[in-house]
């Protein structure tokens, strides 16, 4: 999806004519994006929800260098067009939990608009025990991937509403100091979301994968990708945790003169032996990987 032009109305735009596929998802539940742009006000939390996207496009409020509103709801409509999810499900996930989880969502929708621009069949929230994955997606050769989307941040955010200034955010961490950070959100993930079915063998042969976002903060590991330094997994990383193959790291970006979101990989961990399997690689990679406007 190109940028949005919101010339018109020199005091308000359209949003429900802007994403008109994100549009006809609220509008199936009785309101419409600009009624939640209405609802919104003006925004004070750090982390935003759809209504405050929507109140940030309809006031035409400038754009940022970095990601901003606009850029939600262009990925939003894009996934509501692409997602084999329901309107309903869409609607749910945008709505409910606490304001970060809209942009645990955002990652969802990310992957799924990359998955199926790839023409992969992708399955999502696929049950596993008492718990379901985000997607579970099929390579050409038949092999199936199990994933969790997942999009971390600080324990404790001190950010701007919008966007943040690259130092200013990182102070004094580094990539030494954040990767221990990291490690231990993927061990806490995979015994939350996979440890139990791999005990009871539910996935077989079948492959699972964490593809875990930094976007929420400018983490170092930005920085590091950068200046092109090396961040291998850590010794033994994939010794005590049977079923995980893949750990992809990421931030989020678009394409010049596009809003759609897309993954922007910075470091990519495979267990030994499995990123020579490029049927495999191939599910995941872009051809966006430069992090030229983090």
């Known amino acids: 999806m190109p940028c949005a032009d919101i010339r018109g109305d020199p005091m308000v735009a359209d949003v429900d004519a802007l994403y008109q596929n994100l549009s006809n998802v609220v509008k199936s539940h009785g309101r419409s994006l600009n009624q939640l742009a209405e609802s919104a006000k003006s925004p004070k939390d750090t982390y935003l929800k759809l209504a405050d996207c929507c109140w940030f496009v ?14 939600y709801l262009g990925t939003f409509n894009e996934y509501a067009e692409r997602t084999n999810r329901t309107p309903s499900k869409i609607w749910e996930n945008l709505q409910k939990g606490s304001h970060n989880k809209f942009l645990d969502t955002l990652v969802e929708a990310v992957w799924d608009i990359h998955f199926t621009k790839k023409g992969l069949v992708v399955r999502p929230d696929v049950p596993m025990n008492s718990k379901d994955v985000d997607f579970v997606i099929t390579t050409l050769k038949g092999k199936e991937w199990w994933l969790d989307a997942y999009s971390v941040g ?15 955010c990182v102070g004094r961490r580094t990539i030494q100091s954040d990767r221990p950070l990291v490690v231990e959100k993927v061990r806490k993930k995979y015994n939350e979301k996979f440890k139990e079915a791999v005990s009871l063998g539910l996935l077989n042969d079948k492959s699972a994968g964490i593809l875990l976002c930094v976007m929420k903060e400018h983490s170092p590991l930005v920085i590091g990708r950068i200046a092109d330094i090396p961040e291998p997994a850590p010794l033994n990383f994939f010794n005590n945790k049977p079923g995980l193959d893949l750990v992809w790291i990421h931030t989020l970006g678009p394409l010049e003169g596009q809003d759609v979101l897309q993954p922007r990989v910075l470091y990519e961990w495979w267990r030994d032996g499995l990123i020579s399997r490029l049927d495999d690689k191939r599910c995941f990679d872009n051809h966006y990987i430069n992090i030229t406007n983090p």
């Open 58 to 71: 309809r006031n035409e409020k400038p754009r940022h260098a970095n990601i901003d509103p606009f850029n």
């Open 154 to 168: 600080p324990e404790k955010l001190n950010a701007p509403l919008i966007t943040c200034n690259l130092h200013q």
